[in-house]
């Protein structure tokens, strides 16, 4: 049991930094990017159930995040960016998925190489227009948990979220082990990208199918504020899962169905 719920922390904030990849027949290939607080093992649950159906899997942790010691000075939102472009290499028809801020960095990815992207997944993530930053997008979004307990380090050049408010904003659905777990192990995040508006154009960044996986329970990016952003966002289909921030922790078998359902 301690196993169990010490494993659902791991996959809620992440706390392994690795990049998963596996290579089938099918050539289509999906690209998973976490969010912020997280790293990449957020996607472990989901990662197997997309294996099992083919195609080929990677899964992207950011600088700073996990077990990457990258010092947060050298850190800025095109390393986040590069880093995705990387992992993507000459790659084409990619299925490009961002939990949370990463549907800022998804979406500056798209822009920089639109011929490469098939799709781009939102899974409740900020989805902006030109000239957006997770900054100016959170102050939009009263209804979010987050800045009650946010506390901006200028020294540090960190993001720091209270540790009595973590199991709220991320995983009011997680048992309260997990809850208890993820909130001890909690880490600053790297604050210059929060800030760092996103470039886009309607030619690039525009011409790409966008799909928002909608999580109705969600502290973190409030439910209103993601209809909000897909209604002036141009997506071209919606999901909604009844889950909190975290849906691949409580929920991996039908968000896992999701993404399969989009990579064909």
């Known amino acids: 049991m301690k196993t169990a719920i010490i494993m659902m922390a791991l996959s809620i ?22 969010g912020a607080w997280s790293d990449a093992s957020s996607w472990d649950a989901v990662i197997p159930l997309l294996k099992a159906e083919g195609g080929e899997v990677i899964n992207v942790n950011l600088a700073g995040h996990g077990k990457d010691e990258t010092s947060f000075a050298g850190i800025t939102f095109q390393t986040y ?3 995705v472009k990387a992992a993507i290499g000459t790659r084409s028809n990619v299925v490009l998925v961002g939990h949370s801020f990463a549907g800022l960095v998804i979406s500056q990815v798209a822009e920089q190489i639109p011929d490469q992207i098939k799709e ?8 902006p227009h030109d000239g957006d930053s997770l900054l100016s997008l959170a102050k939009q979004d009263p209804a979010s948990h987050i800045g009650k307990s946010l ?19 991320f995983a009011a659905d997680a048992p309260v082990q997990v809850q208890e777990y993820i909130a ?8 210059a ?6 470039q886009l154009t309607d030619k690039n960044f525009g011409s790409i199918k966008k799909v928002y996986i909608h999580t109705v329970n969600d502290n973190a990016i409030s439910y209103p504020a993601q209809q909000y952003m897909v209604k002036a966002g141009k997506v071209d289909k919606v999901y909604t899962l009844q889950s909190s921030h975290t849906p691949f922790v409580s929920m991996p078998d039908k968000l896992a169905a999701i993404l399969i359902a989009e990579r064909k």
């Open 13 to 34: 904030l992440g706390f392994t930094a690795q990049a998963q990849k596996t290579t089938g027949k099918n050539s289509k290939t999906i690209v998973l990017v976490h």
């Open 81 to 83: 960016v590069d880093q």
């Open 120 to 127: 781009l997944i939102f899974l409740a993530a900020a989805l």
């Open 151 to 169: 506390t901006i380090d200028q020294e540090h050049g960190a993001a720091v979220i209270a540790k009595d408010a973590v199991a709220d904003i």
């Open 184 to 191: 001890a192990h909690i880490k600053p995040e790297p604050l």
């Open 193 to 198: 990208p929060l800030a760092t508006p996103v």
